[in-house]
């Protein structure tokens, strides 16, 4: 009797061993990953999409009775290029305004199409009107929204210029002395 109960044990014990590995049950899915890429430009060398500094148009410190001013753009990682390099080839640069597009009560030089003005900080009454070339001999005028030219490829980095002129100056006594500043607006659609 007591084998035989030995027997019904072991084969209760193997029959429970046996139940509880019929009863785990595995399950197997999948978890889906994606990502998702946009073009994208390195402007100056950095990803940054909003708030670039693409350099300084500066005309320098002259004598109030000027004539003719000229300048190029200082680039804001030096030289006088911003540069741009996108993973796309189809994109567009252009000047798409500038902050001081309308003539203020007095202004020196002669307004060009588009109309920019340099507008004296101490008195927006004072304006000095310029304008903007893509080219050293002041032969093409940058327009609003136009796309601005290549001025020259390396590495499949492209870079941009642009030239700065203040005409009609005419070395005028009633030009009030100051700093004369505006902002020209750039953008890069890809």
Do not use: E, W
């Amino acid at each position: 009797m007591k084998r035989k109960l030995l027997f019904i044990c072991a084969g209760t014990l193997l029959t429970a061993a046996t139940v509880g590995q019929a009863l785990a049950v595995t399950s197997s899915g999948t978890i889906g990953a994606t990502l998702t890429l946009t073009n994208g430009c390195l402007i100056n060398g950095s990803p940054t999409q909003n708030g670039i500094n693409f350099g300084t148009l500066d005309f320098g410190t002259h004598p109030a009775t000027f004539s003719t001013l000229t300048t190029q753009l200082t680039g804001a990682s030096g030289g006088n290029t911003f540069t741009i390099q996108c993973t796309t080839a189809s994109y567009t640069v252009a000047i798409t305004g500038n902050t001081n597009a309308t003539a203020p009560g007095t202004v020196v030089g002669t307004p060009g199409t588009p109309a920019r003005y340099l507008v004296n900080t101490a008195n927006a009454a004072q304006g000095v009107a310029y304008s903007l070339y893509s080219d050293s001999g002041y032969n093409n005028v940058i327009a609003n929204n136009a796309a601005l030219p290549v001025a020259s490829t390396a590495g499949g980095v492209n870079s941009y210029t642009l030239y700065g002129r203040i005409t009609g100056g005419g070395n005028s006594v009633t030009v009030v002395p100051g700093t004369y500043t505006d902002t020209i607006n750039v953008s890069v659609t890809y």
